[in-house]
């Protein structure tokens, strides 16, 4: 039989910051109403309990004033080599996906160049120049497309093994006077892939991408300040919940079952979906629509593993820290075998949205 050449996951590792915000840190902030300007007539309380109704969140993690997001990505990196068992000098490629680069602790001045990805390479003191770098800005599917442009590598011959990081720092870009402050979270995962020669499929077997910017790239922006009285030039990350909650649910299914389509393979064979952690009741949604895209109406009990009470939405760094946790045994319930097809899927600022169909 022939032989094909896949893209394999070898290695995962992730660093969460250790300093915890559980959802009584926000019981002395201001929040603004963006239809009035005015701080909302409702107490912090009732804005609380009604938030970690809708995203289940109940705290989050945040870095500390000594780390970078690059920091993150560079301990993330350092966990997958270790996982993997193999030397980080020996690696053909460095992707980290972000948004906002290493954000100043103090202000939200982003800082992009040089490259995350090249800060990685110099902090884990990579020496190798045929190790090549560079970064991937798109939204929080950033570590997905991260993922299905190493395929791309891999695939086309141009490259053996690789890192793929979703790294991002949101603690130091939201908005103190924005509700949506707390969904925003800190974290890195990372995922080493490599080439593998097999006559069965397995790895990636297929992906999915859709962008819609026309009419729906301002659903997730760097915008002012909810507060109409803040003073300064700072951009803070601004959402548009509702309709990025619509766009999402309608959108989500359809390119999720294309990968499923694109792969052969029925919704029956999938046995677990990695899904971006952004609001619980949302991706609950979004499941259901896949499943009505098929005419199943029984959702599988634990087939979406969540990450989010705990670590809340650490944009590009969801779904490869959600991995790793599954694969370390670190999540109760929850277990990846051998020869189970998963899916990968995000969706986030552009509009985009990726699905990868993935054999263990």
Known sequence: MTKRIYTKIVGTGSYIPTRTIGN??????????????????????????????????????????DINNSDMASLAVKDACESANLDPETLDFIIVAHNFGDVDPISTRVDILPSLANRVKAKLNIKNPACFCHDILSGCPGWTQGMITADAYIRSGMAKRGVVVGSDVLSRISDPHDRDTMIYADGAGATIVEAIESPEPTGILSHSS?????????????????????????????????KLYVYALNFVPLVVKESIDKAGLHLGDIKKVLIHQANEKMDEAILKNVFKLYNEKIIPKGIM?????????????????????????????????????????????GMNINSIIYKV
Not at 27 to 56: C, G, Q, V, W
Not at 210 to 237: A, C, M, T
Not at 329 to 349: F, K, R, Y
Request: net charge negative.
């Open 24 to 65: 009584d840190h926000f019981r002395n902030y201001t929040f603004y109403d963006p239809a009035t300007k005015l701080p909302f007539e409702k107490s912090n309380e009732e804005i609380i309990l009604k938030f970690k109704e809708i995203t289940n969140i109940s705290e989050r993690h945040w870095i500390s004033n």
């Open 210 to 242: 859709r962008s819609d910017s026309v009419h729906y790239w301002n659903l997730l922006i760097n915008g002012k300040s909810s507060n109409p009285e803040f003073e300064g030039s700072d951009q803070f990350i601004k959402m548009a919940g509702h």
């Open 305 to 349: 593993p969540m990450t989010i009470e705990k670590l809340g939405n650490s944009s590009t760094a969801t779904v490869p820290t959600l991995l790793d946790k599954i694969l370390k045994g670190q999540m109760e319930g929850q277990v990846i075998n051998p020869g189970d097809h998963i899916i990968l899927c995000s969706v986030g600022a």
